[in-house]
């Protein structure tokens, strides 16, 4: 995947750089020195606005052909700052997903005999790329050779276009997130994952309205026996019912529910990979608190995501029980709580952080009985 990206940002580098100075008068590259050093410079500047800005133009894709085919907004994020709209008011808040540069989410429509619009939901916002790009080229071509400016920065904001059509349109998983060309492949081949995409949608819909998930029927969140837990779409299914138990306070029940997903995990994406063992970690400090183990589960790999993750009020949750179980710090356990109730207060997923509240509240009951100097 990341090979792919990068061949593709050198060959718009390279033919933009030939295309640039084709455009360009010669008379004028003659005279100016400073323009022979900046035309690298300008090109990566107007590359990158115009990547961020088909971000955007794809999110929008799928806000539009979602609400067509009756969805409803849930929320539209950009980056780390996301739109969600609470109380009938649109309001601002910070999160993100590691992997991810964008994504909006809506409520599905209720499904008639199994169905439900999928398709040009997930295909919304690559649509919408490739028809600004069509259109950004040819405007490139109508403008006057002696306005190149302009028309290099149009064919570069078309190339960058392809490259979010290309990322999103070809099936990929990329930094373990399947895209949408593979969400649409998977639910085509696959009822269960069908199932799973349509319930994650409705699950995040309802969590965001303030419900909580130990709220809804268990057996929404079961599957087939045969069925590839191993598909992003099937596992997050087995996410959401750990955190149905999680939610109940059940911790036998989410241990049980994450031992039967230990044996695939190798197959299983990174990004639910992660998730799986941050949980296991979670329950294994509460529970025996085997140090060999959590040190085991506790590597780099997943160092790195709890700091990409930092605005997911689970990750401190769990950095707060590691200072309480493992290390029997209150001090920087209680500084952890102070950063979960500042994320907890601004979490646009209400549902999830009155679980994740009631979580840290068992947690700081053996916070409070720790000394107030670290013990060894």
């Given at each position: 995947m990341y090979l792919v990206f990068l061949v593709l940002c050198f060959s718009i580098g390279f033919f933009g750089a030939m295309y640039f100075d084709k455009l360009v008068p010669e008379t004028y590259k003659q005279e100016n020195t400073i323009f022979k050093v900046s035309i690298p410079l300008i090109l990566l500047g107007v590359f990158i606005l115009s990547y961020l800005i088909h971000i955007i133009l794809h999110e929008l894709g799928h806000l539009v052909f979602g609400l067509a085919t009756g969805y409803s907004f849930v929320s539209f994020r950009v980056g780390s700052l996301v739109v969600t709209k609470e109380d009938g008011r649109f309001?601002?808040?910070?999160?993100?997903?590691?992997?991810?540069?964008?994504?909006?989410?809506?409520?599905?429509?209720?499904?008639?005999?199994g169905r439900f619009p999928y398709v040009i939901y997930n295909?919304?916002?690559?649509?919408l790329n490739f028809a600004v790009s069509v259109v950004s080229f040819f405007l490139a071509l109508s403008l006057n050779p002696t306005n190149y400016l302009a028309r290099i920065s149009l064919i570069i904001f078309t190339l960058g276009g392809l490259i979010v059509v290309i990322t999103n349109g070809i099936p990929l998983k990329i930094s373990g997130v399947a895209n949408d060309a593979h969400n649409v492949m998977s639910m085509m081949k696959d009822e269960d994952a069908r199932r799973g995409f349509y319930l994650q949608l409705?699950?995040?819909?309802?969590?965001?309205?303030?419900?909580?998930?130990?709220?809804?029927?268990?057996?929404?969140f079961k599957f087939k026996p045969d069925s590839d837990v191993t598909s992003p779409l099937i596992t997050g299914l087995k996410l959401m019912e750990c955190n149905w138990y999680l939610d109940k306070l059940d911790f036998n029940g989410a241990r049980e529910c994450l031992d039967s997903l230990v044996r695939h995990l190798?197959?299983?994406?990174?990004?639910?990979?992660?998730?799986?063992?941050?949980?296991?970690?979670?329950?294994?400090l509460i529970g025996d608190c085997d140090k060999e183990l959590i040190d085991s589960l506790y590597d780099k790999e997943l160092t790195k995501y709890l700091k990409m993750a930092k605005f997911m009020p689970s990750k401190k949750r769990l950095l707060i029980a590691y200072e309480a179980y493992y290390n029997?710090?209150?001090?920087?356990?209680?500084?952890?709580?102070?950063?979960?109730?500042?994320?907890?207060?601004?979490?646009?997923?209400?549902?999830?952080?009155?679980m994740e509240l009631d979580l840290v509240n068992c947690v700081m009951d053996e916070v409070k009985r720790l000394p107030s100097v670290k013990t060894s």
């Open positions: 309001k601002v808040r910070k999160f993100s997903i590691p992997g991810t540069a964008g994504q909006c989410l809506l409520m599905p429509p209720e499904m008639k005999d295909l919304g916002g690559v649509i409705r699950v995040n819909g309802l969590l965001h309205q303030g419900i909580r998930v130990r709220d809804m029927d268990k057996n929404l190798k197959d299983i994406v990174p990004l639910y990979r992660w998730e799986i063992n941050c949980e296991r970690i979670f329950l294994e029997k710090d209150k001090t920087r356990a209680l500084e952890y709580y102070e950063e979960f109730l500042k994320l907890y207060n601004k979490y646009p997923i209400k549902g999830e952080a009155e």
